[in-house]
């Protein structure tokens, strides 16, 4: 008797042991709360919107800032020709033309003449939407001219030498993207004795990658900032914050990237570098 008591507790043991495990196997799985899935889609979707509004921002901020600078660029020098020209012949009848007015009424045309030309360089044209690299960088200089001389600020450049060097990017993003850098770099000198920057060009030996390097002297940047600067809104100059988010913006869209460095040359404090992958080598055909 006591034997088959046993055996059948051990069975019974045994049988809800077995059955233990078959339930938690075939248990069915909690179902997630829909409204607790329906409050997370609409915080993503929330963001994804700020975020793209803070996109269209810079973009339409930048594209603001760039056609108010091809305007500058032609009235700036083009008005003080005039201005000249006109206060010769106001102030002079014919018979009051020295030699002296005469050049300074040819050189003030020289001078439009240039300008003209120098804007015709603004917008490269051709077919296969190439350009050469020296183009691009004759346009930063020749763009961001008058903001250098007005805070005399010292502008020196190394550039390739091989000047059929090909570029297919579209040309007005990157001398936007330039042209930022250029203005966050002044802005930072305003309170720096004798501010200059440096405008450095490489390709590595693979031609794979372009590096654009852009010193500066001005008040270098904590470690602790450099992972926000090129954040939306972000300044520490009373700025925008617009200007170097947007130059990340394009790294981004050109596959490439951006980044602050402490520079190791005494003359610079700091560096922003530019990696962008090389396109289109040659030169032939892109005319």
């Not at 059948?8 to 045994?14: A, I, K, L, Q």
């Not at 799985?29 to 700020?50: D, G, M, P, T, Y």
């Not at 012949?89 to 003449?113: C, F, M």
Request: with cysteine; glycine share 4%.
């Amino acid at each position: 008797m006591v034997r088959y008591v046993y055996i059948t507790f051990v069975s019974v043991f045994f049988a809800s042991k077995c059955m233990r495990k078959r339930n938690k196997s075939f248990r069915p799985k909690v179902q997630q709360n829909l409204i607790h899935i329906k409050e997370e889609l609409e915080w993503k979707i929330k963001k994804a919107n700020e975020e793209n509004q803070k996109k269209i921002e810079a973009i339409n901020n930048s594209h603001n800032l760039h056609i108010a600078y091809l305007s500058n660029f032609m009235s700036h020098d083009i008005k003080n020709s005039i201005q000249n020209i006109d206060a010769i012949l106001s102030s002079n009848s014919a018979n009051e033309i020295t030699d002296e007015h005469l050049d300074t009424l040819r050189k003030q045309v020289v001078l439009i003449r240039e300008t003209i030309s120098n804007f015709s360089h603004l917008v490269p044209h051709s077919k296969s939407g190439s350009f050469k690299l020296n183009s691009l960088i004759g346009a930063i200089e020749s763009l961001n001219k008058h903001i250098l001389e007005e805070n005399n600020i010292q502008f020196k450049k190394n550039i390739l030498d091989d000047i059929d060097l090909y570029l297919r990017f579209p040309f007005h993003s990157l001398l936007q993207m330039f042209t930022n850098m250029i203005l966050n770099a002044c802005t930072n000198l305003i309170e720096v004795q004798n501010p200059k920057i440096l405008f450095d060009i490489k390709i590595d030996q693979d031609k794979k990658n372009l590096y654009f390097s852009l010193y500066d002297n001005g008040s270098d940047i904590p470690d602790s900032e450099k992972d926000n600067i090129f954040n939306y809104g972000y300044s520490t100059t009373g700025g925008t914050g617009i200007g170097l988010y947007h130059v990340s913006y394009l790294c981004n869209i050109f596959k490439g990237s951006v980044s602050v460095n402490k520079s190791k040359d005494s003359d610079y404090t700091k560096y922003f570098l530019i990696e962008l992958p090389f396109i289109n080598i040659e030169g032939e055909n892109n005319e």
